[in-house]
């Protein structure tokens, strides 16, 4: 879009989507019950839509974490994997512009 239109351009309704990808990283001792890394994958799909009626905007944004099991988790006396259920979230705003 060339500047001229941009300049002029007035939001009405957008859609989004990303997803956030978080890698079994850091050094992980199986034997240690804290550790700096982390054992598993972890993945975050979000859609987000805003919306500017007038001078105002609204923002909203729904996610949801998903974890893959840490098979050498630190457990005693016998060792299980480490799993977590899926986290969501929601998140609100309201603004006002110019």
């Not at 957008?14 to 054992?39: F, R």
């Not at 609204?58 to 998903?66: E, I, K, P, S, T």
């Not at 005693?76 to 705003?93: L, N, R, S, Y």
């Amino acid at each position: 879009m060339p500047i001229s239109e941009f300049v002029k351009w007035k939001q009405k309704s957008v859609l989004g989507a990303s997803v956030k990808v978080i890698a079994p990283t850091g050094q992980y001792d199986p034997t240690k019950l804290i550790n700096w890394g982390i054992n598993r994958w972890a993945f975050k799909p979000e859609l987000g839509y805003s919306r500017r009626i007038g001078k105002w905007w609204l923002d909203g944004y729904a996610d949801v974490w998903f974890f893959t099991a840490n098979q050498k988790f630190y457990s005693t006396p016998v060792p299980k994997p480490q799993t977590q259920d899926p986290i969501g979230a929601f998140e609100g705003d309201i603004g006002r512009g110019p």
